[in-house]
């Protein structure tokens, strides 16, 4: 839909949402069970919160002086939400699993087909570890409780009918959202606000609007799709029933109609009123994505720790995007310098 009149129906009117959510596929069984999971999973992300953002300065300092990104950027987005994606309880080997496909670039289909052989050599030995652990938990774990990590959510929100394999791969996919989408999000962010700014002085835009506009500018979910619930005519073509009609959320963010000099990177345009546009980095309507709001308070949180205090400077990167199924920026190294304290340096 590049219409965006019916780009904006499609994912609004409630005609196209009678049905499933593409984006659990054919793994759950029904709209409620896949709408339970969803707040299971925002409502576990959103109680830790308050300890992801405490790592997040911790897990911005171990990146060191020089960083390559973007695969830096799930690399952060991991070290700050480890024990939630996976307590520190389970057994250590799987714990390195995990790390090993944040670092292979599971989190995201890669652009480059090295880069994508990498990361698909992990998956199967990966989904067959916490296969085998899900059958563990859900022998031996206790059914009432709190969930103390991802996977409990996400075991204690399935249907009991689903197979050990299934609660895994939904948990996979759980998990290459969180990192990837957050990671390469806070690599967007970085990347734009370091082209369009000198290096030296502070940026002049306060995080908030730094992060929103690299959202919009770059938005890292390149389509979103919806099933037409019933043979219709809509745009003047017809389409049969099960047909996916696709929004892509880039093509919106830049509707000259819509939106003031979209082309252009303008984190101010937050501070005008009525400036903005259709606005979908997480979806819209009722498939909106339930873990919005935490994962733009992380994106933020990760921005913020990376520039406050420091100089931020980038080498070899552009604002050209890699399309390979989500909007990937292009390699570029960042380089991070600490200020030296206002008082240190006059003394000196």
């Not at 709209?31 to 999971?37: F, G, K, P, V």
């Not at 002086?65 to 024990?83: K, M, N």
């Amino acid at each position: 839909m590049r219409d965006t009149d019916l780009a904006l129906t499609v994912l609004r009117d409630p005609a196209f949402h009678s049905g499933m959510s593409t984006f659990f596929g054919d793994m759950l069984p029904s709209r409620t069970a896949q709408i339970a999971l969803g707040r299971a999973v925002r409502d576990l992300m959103r109680a830790h919160l308050p300890t992801c953002r405490q790592r997040v300065a911790e897990a911005a300092a171990g990146l060191g002086p020089v960083s390559q990104w973007p695969e830096a950027g799930p690399l952060l987005v991991y070290r700050c939400t480890a024990d939630v994606l996976l307590h520190p309880g389970v057994p250590p080997a799987l714990r390195r699993q995990m790390a090993q496909a944040v670092s292979a670039g599971l989190t995201a289909r890669q652009p480059y087909k090295r880069q994508r052989a990498r990361a698909e050599l992990l998956r199967p030995r990966l989904l067959a570890s916490i296969t085998g652990h899900v059958r563990s938990r859900r022998m031996h774990s206790p059914a009432a409780g709190e969930p103390q990590d991802l996977l409990d959510a996400v075991i204690g929100a399935c249907p009991e009918r689903l197979t050990d394999r299934t609660v895994a791969g939904l948990y996979v996919l759980l998990f290459q959202s969180i990192v990837g989408n957050i990671g390469y999000a806070v690599a967007w962010s970085l990347l734009l606000a370091c082209l369009h700014h000198p290096p030296g002085p502070p940026w002049p835009w306060p995080a908030e609007w730094l992060v929103r506009e690299a959202a919009r500018h770059r938005p890292f979910v390149w389509m979103v799709g919806r099933r037409v619930p019933h043979p219709l005519e809509f745009g003047g073509l017809p389409f049969s029933a099960g047909t996916i009609l696709s929004v892509s959320p880039y093509l919106l963010h830049h509707d000259s109609h819509r939106w003031d000099r979209p082309e252009t990177f303008r984190p101010e345009r937050w501070n005008e009123p009525g400036g903005q546009g259709p606005y979908l980095p997480f979806s819209a309507g009722p498939f909106t994505c339930a873990g919005a709001a935490v994962a733009h308070s992380l994106i933020t949180e990760a921005v913020t720790a990376l520039s406050q205090d420091a100089r931020l400077t980038v080498n070899g990167g552009d604002a050209r995007p890699l399309v390979s199924g989500s909007v990937l920026p292009r390699p570029f190294t960042l380089r991070r310098a600490l200020k030296a304290p206002a008082r240190l340096a006059l003394m000196r």
